[in-house]
């Protein structure tokens, strides 16, 4: 079964870049690698998503291992406002497009 | 603006009364989805929905049912609740079944006694 392993929390100061790792070994071929967080008292939030290359947008860049079995999530500068639970996801493109969420990682940021 | 919603955001109700739980959105979305997220399990899809008239059992589907009969609502039916559904329910939408990015309500916390 497809699933992914995450550290429970991870802690960073304010304005360092923080690195989320993800293991995701039982990957297959076809399968998308999303993240999303989910602050306090809300509902999940997009982050980001690649499938091999690595990936940036507004909010972070994604670093895919090569043999794709892990991945990291890199905030460049943390504020207090990313602190938040942070979800490694796999996407199945070969069954129905499902997510399969991790437990995730809770991210304390430290003034 | 862009959003999904719920309702109730909160209720307590007791064991076997059946309830239902909606979700909308307004951004013409074909696919929709319920989650149930329990602490240290992460999100676990309930059922999902690739457009109307066309639902199907996520990962676990046991004691609840949905329906879309019209594009933007998904409601969440508990026929007869117990309490192994306390639990805190997400609605989400999505473009289409290959889109990216899902988009959340606020959440519905539930508690069966």
């Known amino acids: 079964d497809a699933k992914t392993t995450q550290p429970n929390s991870m802690e960073s100061n304010e304005e360092e870049p923080v690195h989320l790792p993800c293991n995701h070994s039982?990957?297959?071929?076809?399968?998308?690698i999303h993240w999303y967080r989910q602050l306090p008292s809300q509902g999940p939030e997009y982050v980001i998503h690649?499938?091999?290359?690595?990936v940036n947008n507004r909010m972070a860049s994604l670093a895919i291992a090569e043999d794709r079995k892990s991945s990291t999530l890199i905030l460049h500068r943390a504020t207090l406002r990313d602190a938040a639970v942070y979800y490694c996801i796999l996407r199945l493109m070969d069954s129905n497009y499902q997510l399969i969420w991790g437990a995730g990682t809770k991210l304390i940021i430290k003034p | 603006e862009a959003q999904v919603t719920q309702n109730p955001r909160y209720l307590i109700t007791v064991t076997g009364k059946k309830l239902t739980v909606t979700c909308s959105q307004n951004?013409?979305?074909?696919?929709m989805s319920w989650y149930r997220q329990d602490p240290g399990l992460g999100l676990r899809q309930i059922y999902y929905?690739?457009?109307?008239?066309?639902?199907d059992k996520g990962d676990v589907p046991e004691g609840y049912k949905v329906s879309r009969k019209e594009k933007r609502n998904f409601p969440l039916i508990l026929e007869s609740p117990s309490p192994n559904q306390t639990s805190l329910y997400f609605c989400?939408?999505?473009?289409?079944?290959?889109?990216?990015?899902?988009?959340f309500g606020p959440g519905t916390r539930l508690t069966v006694t």
């Open positions: 039982t990957i297959s071929g076809t399968d998308y």
């Open positions: 989400a939408s999505t473009r289409g079944e290959g889109a990216s990015e899902q988009y």
């Open positions: 690649g499938l091999t290359s690595n």
């Open positions: 951004m013409n979305h074909e696919y």
């Open positions: 929905s690739m457009n109307v008239e066309v639902t």
